[in-house]
């Protein structure tokens, strides 16, 4: 059974750094395009970055966050890392891992909050 667990979430000033953390189960996602998403309040939700499957491992990030924030995989671990830097409070939202949108998503996890707040 697949399930995507998300982490690492919380109050953090404007400015400030947070690692996101999404532990995977009942696939491999070194074999997948995985990717990060975030809904803002009265937003849609929208891609922020993808790592592409393990033979190649190219990333992409939108450009609001290009430079800031960092995708990454461990794949004996089964799982995908966000790391966030210099995050601004427009980018408070609820993050979600899955896999990138030209797959069929799996079920989404609950998500992470995160908070950018003075």
């Known amino acids: 059974q697949v399930q995507l667990v998300e982490s690492g979430g919380g109050l953090v000033q404007p400015g400030g750094s947070l690692r996101l953390s999404c532990a995977a189960a009942?696939?491999?996602?070194?074999?997948?395009?995985m990717a990060w998403y975030r809904q803002a309040p009265e937003k849609e939700r929208e891609l922020v970055a993808n790592?592409?499957?393990?033979?190649?491992?190219?990333?992409y990030y939108t450009d609001s966050v290009k430079g800031r924030f960092t995708i990454s995989r461990t794949n004996a671990e089964n799982t995908v890392y966000l790391q966030m830097n210099s995050l601004k409070p427009e980018e408070t939202a609820v993050y979600y891992c899955?896999?990138?949108?030209?797959?069929?998503?799996?079920?989404w996890g609950q998500g992470t909050q995160v908070t950018v707040s003075s």
């Open positions: 899955n896999t990138d949108r030209h797959y069929e998503p799996y079920p």
């Open positions: 009942g696939f491999a996602v070194s074999s997948v395009d």
């Open positions: 790592i592409r499957w393990s033979g190649s491992s190219s990333t």
